[in-house]
């Protein structure tokens, strides 16, 4: 949690965010994906100053409970000082102790958003999902968070001023924008409608910029001029150079196949996993975990 620190920016987390991707789908499926298509909407989560804090924070966690449809789980909320936002006890369950951070008191509106990330985590240990290293891990925590429909509240924290800064969570706010804009890109959702704080709303056109630009990569026929001709110059020059290491901001790869012929691998811009096609002119492809059909031109 940054609190009147520094808040960090752009997209040092980028690989890992779209490794958390493709494990969601690999791990959960299309079909499990497709049940998340409503986000928690602001009255689920709603917290005024005259609500018994207790009681209210019971609330909510139960309603994100329910969103992540974990039934036999309860969430007995405490707070405490603490240098984090949150932390969650993860045992076999049913019942999980979350704490929250003691400034959550006074700002009661984001405490949907802390637990947010929190029940998540329990959502994760339920189904064996996690990424070696505490960062990894928590990457992978907020970008579940985000992709499945409650990390919308996450981004809405961040709040910055000449004066105070405000950031909950491990992605930064870009980061935070585009996993929303890959989701919203899926599900047709715009997310932006309940954002209260103006930050998040350029965060999350920044991070769909990004998104938008996922689906411009050569060899998509979506992709520009200057993609294309780089691309052109990379096919002509492969044969020679099959195995050759990526070049930097180029995330196609060319390989032979069994019989000598030419292939590229390219990573699917709705969830990341590699797809492998022949190198013909234009093909279509499937995505055969995340179901995108892709039109390519190689």
């Not at 704490?99 to 339920?126: K, Q, S």
């Not at 096919?235 to 590229?264: E, K, N, T, W």
């Amino acid at each position: 949690m940054a609190n009147d620190g520094p808040v960090e920016h752009g997209y040092p987390h980028l690989e890992t965010v779209r490794a958390a991707i493709t494990a969601l789908y690999k791990r959960l499926s299309y079909d499990t994906i497709q049940t998340f298509e409503t986000s928690v909407v602001p009255a689920d989560v709603a917290f005024c100053d005259t609500d018994d804090l207790h009681l209210g924070a019971q609330r909510v966690a139960h309603e994100l409970v329910r969103h992540y449809r974990l039934p036999d789980a309860r969430m007995i909320v405490s707070f405490r000082e603490m240098r984090h936002a949150a932390n969650v006890e993860l045992a076999a369950g049913p019942e999980y102790f979350v704490e929250l951070n003691d400034r959550f008191r006074t700002h009661r509106r984001d405490i949907g958003a802390a637990l947010a990330h929190e029940v998540m985590h329990v959502y994760l240990h339920r189904l064996d999902l996690s990424f070696p290293g505490v960062r990894d891990n928590e990457i992978l925590t907020d970008t579940a968070t985000t992709y499945l429909g409650a990390g919308w509240l996450l981004l809405d924290a961040f709040r910055e001023d000449g004066a105070s800064s405000q950031k909950l969570g491990y992605l930064t706010p870009e980061e935070f924008g585009y996993v929303l804009a890959k989701r919203a890109l899926v599900f047709g959702e715009d997310p932006s409608v309940w954002f209260t704080s103006a930050q998040a709303y350029t965060a999350f056109v920044k991070g769909m910029e990004l998104a938008r630009r996922d689906e411009r990569q050569p060899p998509l026929t979506a992709a520009g001029w200057a993609g294309r001709r780089r691309y052109a110059r990379d096919r002509r020059q492969a044969p020679a150079g099959v195995g050759a290491a990526a070049q930097p901001g180029v995330r196609y790869q060319f390989s032979p196949d069994g019989g000598g012929r030419l292939r590229v691998s390219f990573p699917c811009p709705t969830c990341h996993q590699r797809i492998r096609v022949p190198v013909r002119g234009r093909v279509r492809a499937r995505c055969g975990l995340c179901r995108s059909v892709l039109e390519c031109d190689t």
